[in-house]
């Protein structure tokens, strides 16, 4: 049987089938009470301000780069999900890719003042298979140079982060805004969702409207061109059942993450992603770095043996932004211009796991790699 990259662990079926039912029975079945109570929940368990939650990430960015009223260059990394990019464009931004470190693989704070232009309005670091980009250095640089800081955090939801004081604080309470996901391929799930996280009350009051074409709250008029992206209340009953076992479905990875490290220990040309210290990842990925080079064999090779043993695994993130179809009149002004995050794209293997995946598919997993680059 195929051992799935990823499969979403789904929490407590009798609660939510009780609740969809009441959501049914009364016939509000989208936007109601159990997508505020979700809302509120994570509002309370991660001391976040304001919880706003939308159909999908991806119309959290649209919405929350339109709210801000951002125009001119957006600053990312290339090393990233493609929904980074396309929500800048549908903003009409110009994403500008800066490259990102080695080790973490998030954007680089330097690289990241280097690509700032006097048309920069926002820089967009990305949380990558769940280690956050680093928060103070991208908070300052946002001060300095004033523009706007929004973190792409769809992969973070239950990440942290050790602050300057010493508190251990969750992803969320960052810049103007973070965003998450909670579709299927993410930690905590909803079925489909995302959510939007700020301080800012106003920001906060404009996204609920905006997620329902921009109406006015008397819903008399339309005040901001906002979109179609409310929230089905069941995916909001799923999120709240997910998202209350968060410690328990990001623990399960942080142990079978470590079980992959062990097994994969000494291999020649292979890497790990490292979590810089002071921050925890949500264990979204577990994703290696197999060197053409060094290694025994490429990263393709990898994986297409892996895949003629059953199990699947994904390049990750493949191609990189600025090599992708829709980029490519960009490709020809950043190719080899971005030399970490083509390397990382070039060598980077999600493989298999998900918090109710047994230690012994780690283990199989763990064989069929060792057996094709020892
Ligand atoms: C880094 C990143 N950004 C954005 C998204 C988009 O999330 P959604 O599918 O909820 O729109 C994803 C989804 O995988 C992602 O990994």
Request: proline share 5%; charged share 20%.
């Amino acid at each position: 049987m195929m051992i799935p990259i990823v499969k979403p662990t789904l929490m407590n079926w009798d609660a939510v089938i009780r609740d969809f039912r009441q959501a049914w029975e009364s016939g509000q079945v989208t936007t109601g009470q159990f997508t505020r109570r979700l809302e509120a929940e994570v509002e309370r368990q991660l001391e976040i301000p304001h919880v706003i939650m939308m159909q999908s990430c991806t119309a959290g960015l649209m919405l929350v780069l339109r709210a801000l009223e951002v125009e001119g260059e957006a600053i990312m990394p290339a090393f990233t999900w493609t929904a980074t990019a396309h929500a800048a464009v549908w903003n009409n931004l110009i994403p500008v890719f800066a490259d990102i470190s080695p080790g973490a693989y998030t954007l680089d704070p330097e690289k990241a003042v280097q690509a700032i232009t006097p048309r920069t309005s926002v820089l967009m670091p990305v949380n990558v298979f769940g280690c956050p980009p680093d928060y103070e250095a991208f908070a300052e640089i946002a001060r300095e140079h004033g523009v706007h800081l929004v973190y792409d955090s769809a992969q973070g939801l239950g990440s942290r982060y050790l602050d300057r004081n010493g508190v251990w604080r969750y992803a969320g309470s960052f810049g103007e805004a973070e965003i998450f996901s909670m579709s299927p391929t993410k930690v905590i799930s909803a079925m489909e969702g995302g959510l939007v996280t700020t301080s800012n009350a106003e920001l906060a009051q404009t996204l609920r409207q905006m997620r329902d074409y921009g109406k006015t709250p008397d819903a008399e008029d339309i005040a901001w061109l906002g979109l179609s992206a409310r929230v089905p209340e069941v995916d909001a009953i799923v999120a709240y059942y997910n998202f209350a076992h968060r410690e328990h479905l990001i623990s399960r990875r942080q142990e079978l993450m470590q079980i992959y490290r062990e097994g994969l220990k000494g291999l020649k040309g292979v890497r790990f992603q490292e979590t810089p210290e002071g921050y925890q990842s949500s264990g979204n990925y577990f994703t290696i770095f197999i060197d053409g080079q060094e290694a025994k064999h490429s990263r393709d090779e990898v994986y297409q043996y892996l895949k003629e043993h059953q199990i699947q695994a994904k390049k990750y993130f493949f191609p990189a932004l600025h090599l992708q179809k829709v980029y490519q009149t960009m490709g020809q002004f950043y190719r080899g211009k971005l030399p970490v995050t083509e390397a990382a794209a070039a060598s980077g293997l999600a493989l298999p796991l998900f918090s109710h995946m047994t230690q012994a598919m780690v283990f199989e997993v763990i064989k069929i790699s060792r057996a094709i680059l020892e």
